[in-house]
């Protein structure tokens, strides 16, 4: 992601990149040459950039985003797979610098789960089931993606339960299934898929009364994503400390 980031970058008129960075040794992409990550703070305050944008893994991609506190620049990140601990470390980041923090940036990705949420709250009761596939090489299962839509189906479900019961409710969530399992009121299936070089699918599939409802993005380019990341970060720059979604990014595009 971060050679799709670059080279989405220098295509673009209204950034630049000023440099990049990466934990092991890179030759340059797209005429931008790749530092050593432990250079990064030495960067950050010769070359004074705007917004960093990130797509590493959960524990370098804090480092980076607390170095961005430090230095007063601007993050957009798009790792996924952080734990507790690592939300909380770039929560306090975002107290001293923008912090924007995705787990995706497809805008399909976005129209999905507005979609979702309109749909499973109107159809209550009924069962929802999610899966997602991703290449061979993906680490984290599910996606960071279906975690985000899991707390979309939680929020929108539980805001139904607090109505109907006045009590705290959230999904029970189902990672699969084995042997007898008889399905329970309420629950949400979760399969996470590894195989080949898929870039990423999501697929939301509610069914009751005798219909089914299925809703699915596919993404075929990583270039969705580094696309939607500089639209964020062209956002981002020179907003006031705090902590920012991408929603926020879309929302001013329909505005505009």
């Known amino acids: 992601m971060g050679r799709e980031v670059i080279e989405a970058a220098v295509d673009r008129a209204d950034l630049s990149v000023v440099a990049a960075v990466n934990r092991t040794p890179t030759e340059a992409v797209a005429g931008v040459d790749v530092a050593d990550a432990g250079d990064l703070p030495t960067l950050l305050d010769e070359r004074t950039p705007d917004v960093l944008v990130d797509f590493t893994g ?8 607390e170095a961005c ?13 952080f734990d507790e601990s690592d939300h909380e470390a770039l929560r306090t980041a975002s107290e001293s610098t923008p912090v924007l923090l995705a787990s995706n940036f497809s805008r399909g990705v976005a129209a999905l789960r507005r979609a979702v949420r309109e749909a499973v709250a109107a159809l209550p009761g009924y069962d929802v089931e999610l899966t997602e596939t991703h290449h061979n ?17 939680d929020e929108v479900r539980g805001d139904s339960a607090r109505q109907r019961t006045g009590d705290e409710a959230g999904a029970r969530r189902v990672h699969g299934r084995e042997g007898i399992q008889p399905r329970e009121d ?11 070089d898929v870039t990423g699918e999501h697929e939301v599939l509610i069914a009751g ?13 990583r270039g969705v994503f580094a696309a939607g990341a500089l639209d964020a970060a062209v956002w981002l720059a020179g907003r006031d400390p705090g902590w920012y979604d991408f929603g926020r990014v879309l929302d001013q595009d329909q505005s505009a």
């Open 69 to 81: 506190a430090d230095a007063g620049v601007a993050a957009v990140v798009g790792t996924t797979g």
């Open 209 to 221: 009364n005798h219909e089914l409802v299925s809703v699915t993005h596919r993404a075929q380019d």
């Open 137 to 153: 090489g993906k680490r984290d299962a599910p996606s960071g993606t279906a975690k985000t839509i899991l707390d979309d189906l």
């Open 186 to 196: 309420g629950e949400i299936g979760v399969h996470a898929r590894r195989a080949g």
């Open 58 to 65: 959960p524990e370098s991609s804090v480092e980076y985003v």
